[in-house]
């Protein structure tokens, strides 16, 4: 039954909380969507809420759509009826009430950054959004509010689609853009959602890099006016920027207290974050497609259709945001999330592009010998005119070097099965070398300046996927080499050049729509190699971690980190990436960067994600290394579950000292493993006993060290003895050592 509330109730609530503000998360003052509630006349609300959040919204009596709440989930229901639009006056005091419109437009009474603009074909560049309806369905995992707004003059219409995933505390937010005017509208803003808060103090962490530095942190407070973080780069979303952030309320963002907002946009492309605290201190966010040379000329009864907003929220820090993720991704969005994962021996670190049938026939013994369960093949078996020596030839023309490999896929798939290991292997198809096959018969399928000197990443350049015939072609290197070898186990997919000389040939006078169309083609063919082969593990990969999103994540298994294998790098790398991925998706390979380090270390920070290896395994045979090295891969084997699919609490930050600690925990909290690396110790410096988090207080764990090198017994004297889950969590073990590029791993059950 609808709740009513009288007009005169309705008019006191205005007057007192145009004078008051609302406060949660702990005293912080939030602005902040499942089902619609009618107010009296003049007042609906739509809530979009999860078991622990709510966002909500309110249509004003002049039919405009703003956000009255975002924040802990509100428990009476008769709570949200003091919950209004008018949330302050303006300080200028020529209007008497303003709000945070929920989808705000170009040209009207909102002077900060807008979440649409268009240009209409009459020239008018404003926008103003009425409010028309909504509804609500249950989806898998939670339930999904639909929006209608549309402007009152233009035939413009908007529908915001909130999905909030109920158990996870995860919401995602999109929009969808149409029109019926008779020629082409403009596009030049269209963002996926926006959010409002009002905090004391505003601390964003973001994170930057570059090659083989991904996932650098970076946390600024925020002030009057705008922070934008973007990129331009066309292929990927990160590289120089990532598409991640924290939002820290109060205070900058902590792992395990504090309240914290974490969001990611799912978008293999361009992107922008807009956060700009207006003239009274409230904060808007703003997730985007990135605007940059991308006016978009849509036409009548065509739908443009935004990114993916994710968000969820936490008022324990940024590690219960962290597993809200993580269960999510799992169940929801990534491909094959609650499925197994292959351990690997790549070729790549051992042979390079030097290697042939009887090479490789070898390494997949070695592979079997290791006992991972795959052997995969990397760059440099493909094209005969322009053979791929190396990397300035080859791209593009994708069968298999006769010379090298004269019995083709089948054969490696052969030797692969006689071996007792799957066999994957390594693909490029939206790159194309100038000196190859591809380039001589389809120049016109490559983005390029056709009246200026060409610049080269890379010895490459990008195939222009926005053309269908081009998506036709891209789809078809993966469905050749697998219809004439359906037992191909897995595909790398690489990516190793962002855009350069930006021109479409396809779209010719029309490149405003180019850099997006580009990534919807992208997806139109990873969702057409899905569809076909729904169960085949795909890796994504771009130049190291320049491809890690949510929505590239639903078409591939999991995706590589970073070219920087080094452990050290690795261990901050992995503990940044971990805020927002889960250890199921983070590939991470034993390699011989630094080999200053021991094997031991390098696998122990290998194990902690989804293991692989890309090591000359042939010096190590007979050694301990080696041994150890078969024994790490069967004890990974029997810790997957935990690892791969129970809970990630970060426990001590290489950031902040010495040292690194993570543990895992079993969802039934019946299993555990700690990881420990002791990275620079400084001389004398005090160890202190790291104190786990996420087990059964009343169980009891018996502790024992693995991973240990042959012929070798645990230093530590907790070893092999039984604790109770409460003092482990509250007194803690010392598990750190002084002695640099050491690591330990401990099981508990």
Excluded at 13 to 27: E, Y
Aim: glycine fraction near 6%; charged fraction near 25%; charge should be neutral.
């Amino acid at each position: 039954m609808k709740p009513y509330i009288s007009h005169k109730l309705l008019s006191s609530l205005k007057n007192h909380l145009q004078s008051s503000f609302f406060t949660d998360w702990k005293g912080t003052k939030l602005l902040l969507v499942s089902g619609l509630i009618a107010l009296g006349a003049n007042a609906q609300t739509i809530r979009v809420s999860t078991d622990k959040t709510d966002l909500v919204m309110q249509v004003s009596p002049k039919g405009r759509l703003y956000q009255t709440y975002f924040g802990d989930k509100l428990n009476n229901a008769a709570d949200y009826a003091n919950l209004t639009w008018n949330t302050y006056a303006a300080s200028d005091g020529s209007v008497s009430t303003r709000g945070h419109e929920v989808y705000a437009g170009s040209g009207n009474e909102d002077y900060f950054e807008p979440a649409i603009a268009i240009t209409h074909t009459d020239g008018n560049m404003t926008s103003y959004l009425y409010y028309k309806g909504s509804e609500t369905k249950t989806v898998k995992g939670g339930s999904e509010t639909i929006i209608t707004l549309e402007d009152n003059v233009y035939p413009v219409t908007v529908k915001l689609h909130y999905v909030a995933y109920t158990k996870e505390n995860v919401i995602k937010a999109w929009t969808e853009i149409s029109h019926k005017e008779k020629k082409p509208i403009t596009l030049w803003r269209y963002s996926s959602t926006m959010l409002y808060f009002n905090a004391p103090k505003y601390f964003l962490t973001s994170y930057h890099g570059d090659w083989a530095k991904e996932g650098q942190p970076e946390t600024v407070q925020l002030t009057a006016g705008k922070k934008i973080i973007d990129t331009k780069l066309g292929t990927r979303a990160a590289m120089h920027t990532e598409p991640f952030f924290e939002l820290g309320l109060n205070e900058p963002a902590k792992e395990n207290e504090g309240s914290v907002v974490v969001g990611t946009i799912a978008w293999t492309g361009n992107f922008r974050f807009t956060f700009e605290v207006d003239n009274v201190g409230g904060l808007r966010v703003i997730p985007a497609i990135n605007p940059y040379a991308s006016d978009y000329k849509l036409k009548a009864g065509e739908t443009f259709t935004t990114p993916e907003f994710i968000f969820t929220t936490s008022t324990t820090g940024v590690g219960q945001a962290s597993r809200n993720l993580h269960d999510w991704a799992r169940q929801y969005q990534v491909k094959l999330g609650t499925s197994d994962r292959l351990t690997l021996l790549n070729n790549w670190e051992n042979t390079g592009f030097d290697f042939n049938q009887k090479s490789l026939a070898e390494l997949m013994k070695d592979a079997k010998d290791l006992g991972v369960d795959m052997f995969l093949l990397d760059d440099g078996w493909f094209a005969n005119k322009y053979p791929r020596k190396d990397d300035h030839a080859g791209l593009g023309d994708w069968e298999v070097t006769h010379s090298k490999l004269p019995e083709g896929i089948p054969g490696l798939v052969r030797d692969a099965k006689a071996a007792g290991v799957k066999f994957g292997i390594w693909v490029e198809p939206e790159m194309v070398n100038p000196k190859s096959e591809l380039f001589e018969k389809h120049p016109d399928w490559v983005i390029k300046q056709p009246n200026r000197e060409t610049y080269y990443y890379r010895n490459q350049l990008v195939l222009d996927i926005s053309n269908p015939q081009v998506q036709n072609y891209v789809f078809g290197v993966i469905d050749r080499i697998m219809t004439e070898n359906p037992d191909v186990a897995y595909f790398k997919w690489d990516c190793n050049s962002p855009i350069t000389n930006i021109y479409s040939p396809y779209h010719k006078e029309n490149q405003g729509n180019f850099y997006i169309d580009h990534v919807r083609g992208v997806y139109n063919v990873m969702k057409r190699v899905k569809e076909k082969y729904p169960q085949l593990p795909m890796m994504l990969c771009s130049g190291g971690g320049a491809r890690m999103d949510y929505e590239a994540l639903k078409y591939f298994t999991e995706f590589w980190c970073s070219d920087d294998t080094d452990p050290y790098e690795r261990l901050y790398i992995q503990w940044s990436l971990s805020k927002f991925f889960p250890a199921k998706v983070m590939a991470s390979h034993v390699t011989n960067w630094n080999k200053k380090t021991s094997v031991k270390f390098r696998t122990d920070v290998c194990s902690m994600c989804k293991l692989g290896f890309d090591i000359d395994l042939k010096p190590l045979k007979g050694t301990p290394d080696y041994q150890f090295m078969q024994e790490a891969v069967k004890n990974w084997e029997r810790l997957k579950p935990v690892i791969l699919d129970g809970e990630q609490y970060r426990l001590v930050s290489p950031y902040e000292t010495n040292h690194c600690a993570i543990n895992y925990v079993s969802k039934d909290k019946s299993h555990a493993v700690a990881f420990a690396y002791n990275l620079h110790p400084r001389y004398k410096e005090p160890l202190l006993n790291v104190r786990m988090q996420g087990l059964d207080a009343n169980k009891q764990y018996t502790i024992e060290e693995i991973n240990l090198m042959p012929g070798t017994k645990s230093k530590f004297d907790f070893n092999g003895k039984t604790f109770s889950g409460d003092f482990l969590m509250k007194i803690g073990l010392n598990m750190f050592e002084a002695e640099e590029g050491t690591s330990h791993v401990f099981e508990l059950k």
